[in-house]
Antibody, heavy 119, light 111 residues
């Protein structure tokens, strides 16, 4: 069974760093792009960026460029999303998802990771 | 403000059909046949229901259909059921630096 399993909910303070994960199983991790999507409380979906795990080629939405870092570790079939200094406005649920075709549509999604940033 | 424009809400009675629109520009919806639609129930991850404008993934009901005309894509749900009550998002490939864009989402209420 193909699965994207994300790490658990996190509560952090402003200024702290954080790295959340997305472990892929059931297909060849290096064959498909993986994306990250933000959903702020009560709001819509926002595409953050994509990574191709085979060579770690990464592209970011201009809205998130410089704000987060997307990476991948082929040896453990896991993609990551990290922040060096969290802000309260980073409070959201973050989803990873696999890209299903050239149109960049997401065919499989992780269950989401809730990140709460509060002092 | 989202790059693609969707109505905030639509509603329909069981058995009826509804259509949700998704309006973009020639740089996204109008320029490529790469529109996708997602269904999201409260507290759940989104689920792909339409890709490449009108294709359905395996296992998705044929009550869901997609189309496109010019810069506007549409999702039609026929034979509405209570379980269809959810938020629906469109997305498109974009030739801009954004690469892909989402709509703001539409809340479907089954009366």
């Amino acid at each position: 069974e193909v699965q994207l399993v994300q790490s658990g909910a996190q509560v952090k303070k402003p200024g702290e760093s954080l790295k959340i994960s997305c472990e892929v199983s059931g297909y060849t991790f290096t064959s498909y792009w993986i994306g990250w999507v933000r959903q702020m409380p009560g709001k819509g979906l926002e595409w953050m960026g994509l990574i191709y795990p085979r060579d770690s080629d990464t592209t970011y939405s201009p809205s998130f460029q410089g704000q987060v870092t997307i990476s991948a570790d082929k040896s453990i079939s896991t993609a990551f999303l990290q922040w060096s200094s969290l802000k309260a406005s980073d409070t959201a649920t973050y989803y990873c998802a696999s890209v299903g075709g050239p149109g960049n549509w997401f065919d499989l999604w992780g269950q989401g990771t809730l990140v709460t940033v509060s002092s | 403000q989202s790059a693609l424009t969707q109505p905030a809400s639509v509603s329909g009675s069981p058995g009826q059909s509804i259509t949700i629109s998704c309006t973009g520009t020639i740089s996204d919806v109008g320029g490529y046949n790469y529109v996708s639609w997602y269904q999201q129930h409260p507290g759940k991850a989104p689920k792909l229901i339409i890709y490449d404008v009108s294709d359905r993934p395996s296992g998705v009901s044929n009550r869901f259909s997609g189309s496109k005309s010019g810069n506007t894509a549409s999702l039609t749900i026929s034979g509405l059921q209570a379980e269809d009550e959810a938020d629906y998002y469109c997305s498109s490939y974009s030739s801009s630096s954004t690469l892909m864009v989402f709509g703001g989402g539409t809340k479907l209420t089954v009366l």
